[in-house]
């Protein structure tokens, strides 16, 4: 009995050690990475404004930032005779602006420039975008778009240069039309017309087809059956759909001419608003040019306010 006593502790001592329940092990403490991507699965939120807050930023510093320091400067004025900028409140740039009559003269000019190019790229793309959109098959539809993208991966100095080539006395135009005893607009304010239509032309063709082609079959269908001819399909349905996808082909066509200083630099002498913003930066008369900037940066305003009731940024 002594003896079993004695073996006793010795063989049951595993056996209860094996029998023990094992200790389970800790967790790992999360780690920081795994703790800040919970947080923000939880909170959809604040993940959107992080996502946004570098775009937002550059935008509020880079552009807003700029056009705030632009109307802060075109309330100051210049020093005639040392040329330093005086940095006091004053209206006398926009009194300028007002009773002077070459900058009224010069910006109804670049206005009416901007209306007639915005015009004519609205009667010249509305065919093409409509047989885009409702006549071409798949496949003539896709070449018509790499050719109405073809002009834009073009440099812009290259294609205004080549206009200005067309448009000499002795260019391709003049040589083009003599046989017929025409000839071409030559430099002028004709001449640059063509240019910024040429320039222009597909911002406004690719709204419209894109208009064009969201206007449903079944919609046109429903006027023919109706007993509309074409002409009526076209000014009652077609054209009080699209005029959306038409306003917003024009921000792009009227923004772009109202503002453009090199094709006028180029094709002709006239001055228009950019020329004259550019020569004021070169004076340098900076505030005088910065009030002159607000001009076409206030016609814009106005303008896309107009766009937004007819519901162009929906077409954008």
Same mark, same amino acid.
């Given at each position: 009995?002594?003896?079993?006593?004695?073996?006793?502790?010795?063989?049951?001592?595993?056996?209860?050690?094996?029998?023990?329940?094992?200790?389970?092990?800790?967790?790992? *403490?999360?780690?920081?990475?795994?703790?800040?991507?919970?947080?923000?699965?939880?909170?959809?939120?604040?993940?959107?404004?992080?996502?946004?807050?570098?775009?937002?930023?550059?935008?509020?510093?880079?552009?807003?930032?700029?056009?705030?320091?632009?109307?802060?400067?075109?309330?100051?004025?210049?020093?005639?005779?040392?040329?330093?900028?005086?940095?006091?409140?004053?209206?006398?740039?926009?009194?300028?602006?007002?009773?002077?009559?070459?900058?009224?003269? %010069?910006?109804?000019?670049?206005?009416?420039?901007?209306?007639?190019?915005? @015009?004519?790229?609205?009667?010249?793309?509305?065919?093409?975008?409509?047989?885009?959109?409702?006549?071409?098959?798949?496949?003539?539809?896709?070449?018509?778009?790499?050719?109405?993208?073809?002009?834009?991966?073009?440099?812009?100095?290259?294609?205004?240069?080549?206009?200005?080539?067309?448009?000499?006395?002795?260019?391709?135009?003049?040589?083009?039309?003599?046989?017929?005893?025409?000839?071409?607009?030559?430099?002028?304010?004709?001449?640059?017309?063509?240019?910024? %239509?040429?320039?222009?032309?597909?911002?406004?063709?690719? *709204?419209?087809?894109?208009?064009?082609?969201?206007?449903?079959?079944?919609?046109?269908?429903?006027?023919?059956?109706?007993?509309?001819?074409?002409?009526?399909?076209?000014?009652?349905?077609?054209?009080?759909?699209? %005029?959306?996808?038409?306003?917003?082909?024009?921000?792009?066509?009227?923004?772009?001419?109202?503002?453009?200083?090199?094709?006028?630099?180029?094709?002709?002498?006239?001055?228009?608003?950019?020329?004259?913003?550019?020569?004021?930066?070169? %004076? *340098?008369?900076?505030?005088?040019?910065?009030?002159?900037?607000?001009? *076409?940066?206030?016609?814009?305003? @106005?303008?896309?306010?107009?766009?937004?009731?007819?519901?162009?940024?929906?077409?954008?």
């Amino acid at each position: 009995m002594a003896r079993a006593s004695r073996l006793g502790p010795s063989h049951h001592g595993p056996v209860a050690e094996a029998a023990a329940p094992a200790t389970a092990p800790a967790p790992a *403490p999360a780690s920081g990475r795994r703790r800040l991507a919970g947080g923000l699965h939880r909170r959809p939120r604040l993940r959107l404004g992080l996502l946004l807050a570098g775009p937002v930023g550059w935008l509020v510093i880079a552009y807003l930032g700029s056009l705030l320091i632009l109307f802060i400067n075109a309330f100051w004025s210049r020093d005639a005779f040392t040329g330093l900028v005086i940095h006091q409140f004053t209206l006398d740039n926009f009194v300028a602006l007002v009773e002077n009559p070459l900058y009224r003269t %010069v910006t109804l000019r670049t206005v009416l420039m901007a209306a007639a190019v915005t @015009v004519t790229c609205a009667i010249v793309a509305f065919p093409i975008a409509y047989y885009m959109a409702r006549v071409a098959s798949p496949r003539t539809r896709g070449l018509l778009v790499v050719a109405v993208l073809m002009p834009l991966w073009a440099s812009y100095l290259i294609k205004a240069y080549t206009w200005r080539l067309i448009l000499a006395e002795d260019g391709v135009m003049n040589w083009f039309l003599a046989p017929f005893g025409l000839k071409g607009p030559g430099y002028g304010e004709v001449g640059l017309w063509l240019v910024f %239509v040429y320039l222009w032309l597909p911002y406004m063709i690719l *709204p419209l087809f894109a208009g064009l082609e969201r206007i449903p079959s079944s919609v046109l269908d429903a006027s023919s059956d109706l007993g509309a001819r074409g002409w009526m399909t076209f000014r009652r349905v077609t054209l009080p759909l699209v %005029v959306p996808a038409l306003v917003a082909g024009s921000i792009f066509t009227f923004s772009l001419t109202l503002g453009d200083y090199i094709a006028p630099s180029l094709i002709t002498t006239t001055q228009f608003i950019g020329n004259l913003i550019l020569a004021n930066f070169g %004076v *340098p008369d900076l505030p005088f040019a910065a009030a002159l900037s607000l001009v *076409p940066l206030t016609i814009m305003i @106005v303008y896309l306010m107009l766009a937004r009731r007819l519901g162009a940024f929906e077409a954008l």
